[in-house]
């Protein structure tokens, strides 16, 4: 079955660190990749997506994420983390199934914490 | 425009009882998508709506759950002879097109507690 895996599930930064949120999905074939992100009190909100072409794409807020396809990775990045991007960020994965039709699939989520 | 609403954002019923979930999408949208995220855990897909087309129930969890949408408006999510495990968030989300690479834009969802 498909399937996303976020490894972190908390993560704990002071202001100014790198930040790197890893993402895999087990499905091999035609997949459309997402990160949302949902701040404290707030909707879940679109972060990046990537569809095709470049494999590196650069989202909100200065965060970036790179596919790699032959790692069936999408992790996303950012160089230098502010306090306010404390929040939950959810990898997520478009999979067409054999049927021609889509399926969204989420991980579970990582929780990160920004220390001023 | 609004964005995604949800009506209640908060429900607490007793085992056994039935409750009703409503989502009013994105005015022009016609995917409309419901979510399950019980405490830790990820989104968990439940149906998902897209124009006129039959739905995709295939995540249901049991025939306990059924959802309704009319047209391309308000979606109501029942579920019948609630259990505690039903206890979770239940988000809503609409897109403009299909699924296939449509960004969703999500609802505050409503939090439901089965006793």
């Known amino acids: 079955a498909q399937s996303v895996s976020q490894h972190n599930h908390h993560v704990i930064l002071s202001e100014a660190a790198s930040l790197e949120l890893g993402c895999n999905y087990s499905y091999g074939g035609t997949v459309n990749l997402f990160w949302y992100v949902q701040y404290p009190g707030q909707h879940l909100q679109l972060l990046l997506k990537?569809?095709?072409?470049?494999?590196l794409v650069k989202g909100i807020k200065g965060f970036e994420a790179e596919f790699i396809k032959s790692k069936f990775s999408f992790n996303l990045r950012k160089p230098s983390v502010q306090w306010s991007d404390t929040a939950e960020y959810f990898c997520a994965v478009n999979a067409k199934r054999a049927s021609g039709t889509y399926k969204y699939i989420f991980g579970t989520g990582t929780r990160l914490k920004v220390l001023a | 425009g609004a964005g995604v609403s949800q009506s209640p954002s908060n429900k607490v019923t007793e085992k056994g009882k039935d409750v009703e979930l409503r989502c009013d999408p994105i005015s022009g949208h016609t995917a409309l998508y419901w979510y399950r995220q019980r405490l830790g855990q990820g989104l968990e897909f439940l149906i998902y709506f897209q124009g006129n087309s039959a739905p995709d129930k295939s995540g249901l969890p049991s025939d306990r759950f059924s959802a309704e949408r009319t047209g391309e408006s308000v979606s109501t999510l029942t579920i019948q002879r609630t259990q505690q495990e039903d206890s979770a968030v239940y988000l809503c989300?609409?897109?403009?097109?299909?699924?296939?690479?449509?960004?969703?834009?999500f609802g505050p969802g409503t939090r439901l507690t089965v006793l």
């Open positions: 990537y569809f095709s072409g470049d494999p």
């Open positions: 989300a609409s897109s403009l097109g299909p699924i296939s690479y449509n960004e969703q834009f």
